[in-house]
């Protein structure tokens, strides 16, 4: 099964809720799409769980992004537990709406060396999830992203290793921020194949195209450029994935409808 959507509201919605982009997706006849705390969790309880029903009436999958203002490896313990404290707010409305994963950046190297910003990050982690079950929140995971500047955490071979120590931990690769972070590199049958040894039931993933300087990544582009999308597509179909795509593109769900003429060309039916 594939699941394309956007992060956040389509542009076309008839309104500014989460509601009204839920609607707008299925409209589009796409099928997914991920809630966006990117600048604060500002949503309640409530409005989650009506979120959320709206969702599973029309068959929408949901993913949340949690906040920006997040560094798991601060030398401030007061921003660590600020940090964690904002995953656990946006967690607590994922399993409201029955979201599945909870997509954050985890935080940057700093003066620490990789292994010892990994360890900070993996203590952090650990205390979230022992959070989660003590809430008797089962059904979502902390999904760490793969980052797009060399100055913060998350390679894939880091979140792949945090998932292995941490089964709630789950990769989520940005094959745009790879791509940056690799200066113009991107070998997708490698991605997938360290990715199809985790036998993940569901891989969550992020798509655009982006702009990068030799720092990294610098800003997202609409899908006509690099990297490319239709090999990646291929891959997927040859690898027979269980796969969510969401598009970061400035135009949302249109490059999730240009990816889904793209799977529909390559002989996918949705």
């Not at 409530?46 to 029903?53: R, T």
């Not at 997708?188 to 702009?211: C, D, P, Q, R, V």
């Not at 796969?243 to 490059?255: A, F, G, H, K, V």
Request: proline fraction near 4%; glycine fraction near 6%; hydrophobic fraction near 40%.
């Amino acid at each position: 099964m594939i699941w394309l959507g956007p992060a956040g509201i389509p542009t076309v919605a008839k309104g500014s809720s989460s509601i009204d982009g839920i609607k707008a997706v299925s409209e589009l006849k796409l099928n997914a799409m991920e809630i966006e705390f990117v600048r604060g969790v500002k949503m309640g309880n409530e409005m989650a769980k009506k979120v959320g029903d709206v969702a599973k009436e029309l068959n929408i999958k949901l993913s949340v992004h949690a906040p920006y203002f997040i560094n798991l490896s601060s030398a401030e313990k007061i921003k660590i537990e600020q940090s964690k404290r904002r995953i656990l707010d946006s967690v607590e409305r994922a399993h409201l709406m029955h979201a599945d994963v909870v997509v954050l950046h985890p935080g940057y190297y700093g003066k620490l060396d990789p292994e010892e910003t990994y360890e900070l990050t993996r203590d952090a982690c650990r205390d979230m999830i022992d959070k989660m079950k003590s809430k008797k929140i089962k059904d979502v995971k902390l999904g760490l992203e793969t980052s797009g500047k060399h100055s913060q955490f998350g390679t894939l071979d880091e979140v792949v290793k945090m998932h292995k120590e941490l089964k709630k931990c789950v990769p989520v690769v940005d094959f745009a921020h790879m791509f940056a972070r690799e200066l113009g590199r991107i070998d997708y049958g490698k991605i997938i194949a360290k990715l199809k040894k985790l036998k993940l039931k569901h891989y969550h993933t992020h798509f655009s195209n982006i702009e990068f300087s030799d720092k990294g990544e610098r800003w997202h582009l609409v899908l006509d450029k690099k990297p490319p999308f239709e090999p990646l597509a291929k891959e997927i179909l040859r690898k027979k994935l269980n796969i969510t795509i969401i598009s970061e593109s400035p135009i949302l769900e249109q490059d999730s409808l240009k990816m889904k003429r793209v799977f529909q060309r390559l002989g996918y039916s949705f």
